[in-house]
């Protein structure tokens, strides 16, 4: 399954790219530093899965899952940040996020990202 990471430190882009691909279900075909290039490289990649920072400069992880979404509603779409308050994951289920996942707890993540690759 392609993935497309996103998020705005290049340590933690690695970290969860070395999570997803550890057990070869998951293959990193993009990856983004901010909100802008994330839309370019989607619009590119077509990844099976995007997995979204939340916080991020110019564009929040939110923002970027709109435009997606306004673009391709069945897009399977995982936030991955250390800053989730209880508002962002309402409204991240609310704009059709599949899950929020604590970047204290990349273990699950993988899990996570294949489910949402199977239920689309």
Known sequence: MT???VDDEPDMRLLIGMSLTLDGACEVTAE???????????ARER???VVLDMRMP?????D?????????????IV?????????DRDEA???GVVACVDKT??????DVVCAAARAA
Do not use: M, N
């Open 64 to 76: 970027v899952a709109r435009r997606i979404f306004a673009l391709d509603p069945t897009q399977p």
């Open 93 to 95: 289920k609310r704009i």
């Open 105 to 110: 707890d990349l273990t699950r993540l993988a």
């Open 32 to 42: 983004a530093a901010d909100g802008e290039q994330a839309l370019t490289a989607w």
């Open 58 to 62: 110019g564009l929040s992880g939110l």
């Open 79 to 87: 936030i991955c940040s250390a800053y989730l308050d209880q508002a």
């Open 3 to 5: 993935t497309l990471i």
């Open 47 to 49: 990844p099976d899965v």
